[in-house]
Structures are given as C-alpha cells and as structure tokens.
C-alpha cells in the first residue's frame, strides 16, 4: 500500500455519509441546471470529479493523516471554498446557490461554532469571488421549475438530515448521562452499606450478583447467578416477597420489607430487605439492587427485653 490507513476520526467517519450522498445529490441538480440552460462537456466531467469523486478522496485523506481530526476540519473548509467556485460556475442560481452555502455553513458551525462558520464564509464567498473574475461569470438567479424543485427539495433534505443526526446523538448523550448517574447513585447506596449482604437482581428477580459476605449464611452456589432470588425466602413470606419485588419493578423510590431467609442448621434468619430499582432514562426499571441485614439477633434481644420487663 502506497500510503497507510489509520483509523478516520469520528468526525470524518460522521461526515462520510452526509457529504457522499449530499454532493452525490447536488450533481443531479446540477446537470438538470446544465440541461436546462446548456453547457460544455467539461463542466459536466469536472462536476463528476466534484461530486462524486471528492466526498471519497476527502475521506481517504483523513484515513492517511496523522492528525485524522485536523485533516477533517481543513476537509469542511475546503468544501466551502469549491463550493464557492461552483456558486460561481453556475451563474449564481438562486435555490441551488443557497443548497451550496448551507451546507458547510451547516458543518462548520457544527464542528467549531461561530469561528469556524466565519471562515467557511469567507472562504464560499472567496471561492465563488475568485472564480467569478477568472471566468467573467454572469449572473442568472432563476431557474426553471424542476432545478428549483429538486434545491428546494435538497435543502429540506440535507437540514432534516442533520436535524436527525444531533437528535440521535442528543439520544445517545441522554443515555451515557443517565447511565453514568444511575452508576454514581448506585454505587453510593451500596457504599453506604458495605459489610451487609447486597445482590443485584434483574426485574424477574433472577440473581445477576450477590457480595462474598452471603457465604456467611447459605452455600457459595445458592446465590450464583441465574438463580432465582425468592427460593430463599421461607414459603410462608414469599407473597410478601413477589409483591415486594412487584413494587419495585413499579416505583423510583426505595422500598423496605422485612423476611424470613437464609435457614442454617434448621433455623430461618429474620432479614430486612432495602430495595432500590435502577432505572433508564424512560423510567423503566432495568435491575434491582438489594441490601439486606440479618436483624434475627435485634429481634430477639427486644423481645427478651420486653418479656423481662415489668
């Protein structure tokens, strides 16, 4: 291979598609315009190159530049500055000039705010300038029906595009958001409670995770993952149980219930269950992550305290 790939970077890999399809489009209209008002075959041959060809050795670029990002950025610059020209080539069609413009406008404020669409600008009009003086172009801002209908038609296109792609990735940083605050949050509440016996449950009450510290009460595979949390519980508190873990498949907050669990050597351990439920950003709960305290020795010492007294 004559030159290494490297890995493009996300902002050329986003901008692939988009550019591809967008001059790909732009072409058609393009040789509509030329059909309409007629034009040499050159132009049509260099359209090819521009539309079609460009968008792939842009990208080939940011696959062999060191610095893929900065390759990129300079790709969206240079966009407007041949766009310009084109503006320029075509006499300045009004629809199809302003399609032109709005897309490196679109992409430069996008990547680098109010800088970056100021030198796009600058370099469209440059563009469009410097070419308008080299080939004395004239001025024709009106179009037939169908080149006026397909720019329209391209514009709405192109922006409801870019509409979809910030709304996906606004999705997607709703998610990571959430994912991150779900995170912190549980990890306190099982901080908060480290040494008792905390599991994680999914929503049909299965074990996905159970602490070392339940070693202390039941066999190392009783709890393994898969498992079903509830074949722990005594039979008699397992309706207790199922509405338990009914509540929090169907609340935000935490819930408490106090069980009978864990038998040893013929005896069942009086347990109180804190429950919290994980939730996604649609409220839907995901898993259940459970702390529990063997409170059998605290109830016994109660009772014997009120039997005792007076």
């Not at 796009?120 to 080939?135: D, T």
């Amino acid at each position: 291979m004559l030159f290494p790939l490297f890995p493009a970077h996300r902002i050329a890999r986003v901008n692939y598609a988009p550019r591809a399809l967008a001059f790909a489009y732009i072409f058609i209209v393009v040789v509509l315009l030329i059909a309409e008002r007629g034009g040499s075959a050159w132009v049509i041959a260099f359209g090819v190159l521009q539309f079609i060809v460009y968008p792939h050795l842009v990208y080939l670029h940011a696959r062999i530049a060191h610095d893929s990002k900065r390759a990129e950025m300079n790709n969206l610059l240079a966009d407007a500055l041949l766009l310009g020209a084109w503006t320029a080539q075509l006499s300045f069609p009004l629809w199809l000039s302003c399609g032109l413009l709005l897309g490196p406008s679109l992409n430069n404020a996008a990547h680098g705010g109010i800088r970056r669409l100021g030198m796009g600008l600058l370099l469209f009009a440059a563009g469009a300038l410097i070419w308008a003086v080299l080939i004395g172009a004239s001025y024709q801002p009106n179009t037939g029906p169908m080149v006026t209908g397909f720019a329209m038609a391209g514009i709405v296109g192109y922006v409801s595009w870019i509409g979809i792609l910030v709304y996906e990735q606004n999705r997607r940083l709703v998610r990571t958001r959430s994912a991150l605050k779900s995170s912190e949050e549980q990890f306190r509440f099982i901080a908060e409670h480290e040494g008792d016996l905390v599991c994680v449950l999914d929503t049909n009450g299965r074990v996905q995770y159970a602490s070392p510290s339940h070693l202390s009460y039941i066999e190392p595979g009783a709890m393994a993952p898969g498992t079903e949390w509830i074949n722990l519980v005594h039979a008699e508190d397992r309706l207790n149980a199922r509405q338990f873990l009914t509540l929090l498949r169907s609340t935000k907050s935490s819930e408490r219930v106090q069980l009978r669990m864990f038998p040893s050597d013929g005896n069942w351990h009086i347990v109180e269950c804190l429950g919290n439920p994980v939730q996604d950003e649609n409220a839907t709960t995901q898993m259940i992550v459970l702390v529990s305290h063997d409170v059998t020795a605290y109830l016994r010492a109660e009772i014997q305290s009120q039997l005792a007294s007076p």
